[in-house]
């Protein structure tokens, strides 16, 4: 066989997917496993959002769209930017993708020549290394510590650009960290942007998924600067529990938008016509759904949050946002059990499945391996169960 690509081959498989599926083939074998490695809302699509997809297939909406997605959508979408984060945009800079991934990889490849260098979070959101590698780009990684609640350091940001730096990645509310960027922290980094003249992609796919009394802010709003320099990646799937009918919206420089559009014409066409009609619903229609899912997943993670604390040698900080929280195993690693050392975030995942029949993300997935991923998008019995089984892993070790 001739030699396949180089640059393909460099990609690493999702860890996130493969940790859920061997969790998934130990239930469909009959193993009664606890999963908190879901990336996806435990709720189904609220029903309003199904009627009106139905309602679309049964008038005819089957068939191709304009590439960059129906008017009526971007219009929903111009009006949600404009009341939830105060941003004005004209339907020639909107688009929409077959998911937030889809809208990520337009835009790295919109925006980075080979060599290029994007700044990135770490931890990071297991697809941004890969994808920016695709579009040939460089993926820098900002240490972002537990004790700066996993936030960036301007310093540090600063210290890593270089010639070649053509964007700062920001991701808030986060994934995996579930830190959430204040006013004054986005006005730092889009400071740091203006004086090196860099593109800020600001994926704020978890937007409404914020607790307490925290406040989403789009980095894009807090000047004219950073509006003209930042491309804003939203979509359906968390928010509205529809991570399988795969939409994403992206919002920024008509130009960008315009080579964005053009790609997506000849990799995949417009996103599916039906969810494209069932996301004008979920975005204009009643948004109780949504508020009803932010609320149990609030008590999900207050209890999850208050248990890994009270075990002993765990610890965690509580998110802000999105459903994830990082759990600190560094006190762990190097600790053996049944002969064998943990050494990292990878055994400690794999021990606890094969012992306790729980599933996590090791940190090693997101650049930290001192951590594993939790996601409480799941049951609170399945979480009160799951950690219980943690702990008496923890207590063996
Ligand atoms: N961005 C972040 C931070 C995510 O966690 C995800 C999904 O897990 C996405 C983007 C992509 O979402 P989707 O392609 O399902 O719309």
Request: positive net charge.
């Amino acid at each position: 066989m001739k030699e396949l690509s180089n640059k393909i081959k460099d990609i690493s498989p999702s860890l996130t997917l493969a940790i859920t599926a061997k969790a998934n083939q130990m239930k469909n074998q009959g193993i009664n496993v606890i999963g908190f490695g879901a990336g996806e809302p435990d709720f189904n699509t609220p029903d309003n959002i199904q009627n009106a997809a139905i309602n679309a297939m049964k008038a005819g909406f089957t068939k191709y769209t304009a590439t960059s997605g129906i008017t009526e959508l971007k219009e929903a979408i111009i009006k949600k930017f404009s009341s939830d984060n105060n941003l004005n945009y004209t339907t020639s800079q909107v688009m929409v993708c077959t998911g937030g991934k889809q809208c990520i990889y337009n835009v790295f490849s919109a925006i980075l020549n080979p060599g290029d260098e994007v700044l990135v979070p770490q931890p990071y959101w297991v697809s941004y290394p890969e994808l920016i590698k695709l579009c040939n780009g460089i993926p820098v990684y900002v240490r972002a510590f537990e004790e700066n609640n996993f936030k960036y350091q301007p310093n540090i940001l600063e210290n890593l650009i270089t010639s070649k730096t053509k964007a700062i990645l920001l991701n808030s509310p986060n994934n995996p960290t579930g830190a959430v960027y204040s006013k004054e922290e986005l006005l730092k980094i889009a400071e740091i942007a203006k004086k090196y003249d860099l593109y800020i992609i600001s994926d704020e796919m978890y937007e409404k998924l914020i607790y307490d009394d925290k406040k989403h802010i789009s980095i894009a709003s807090l000047s004219k600067d950073a509006y003209e320099r930042t491309i804003v990646i939203n979509g359906m799937s968390k928010t509205y529990a529809m991570t399988g009918w795969r939409l994403g919206y992206v919002a920024g420089n008509e130009e960008i938008i315009k080579l964005m559009t053009n790609l997506q014409s000849h990799v995949t066409s417009n996103p599916n016509t039906i969810t494209q009609y069932a996301s004008v619903e979920a975005l204009n229609g009643p948004q109780e759904s949504v508020f009803y899912m932010i609320r149990e997943f609030k008590k999900r993670r207050d209890y999850m949050v208050n248990k890994i604390n009270s075990i002993n040698n765990l610890s965690c900080l509580k998110p802000e946002g999105a459903f994830y929280v990082m759990m600190n195993i560094s006190k762990i690693i190097g600790k053996s059990y049944n002969n064998t050392i943990i050494k990292n975030s990878l055994v400690f995942a794999d021990m606890l499945l094969e012992d306790q029949k729980v599933a996590v993300v090791p940190g090693a997935a997101f650049g930290e391996d001192n951590y594993v991923r939790l996601s409480y998008a799941t049951s609170l019995n399945n979480i009160k169960e799951g950690l219980d089984r943690i702990e008496k892993f923890v207590a063996k070790i």
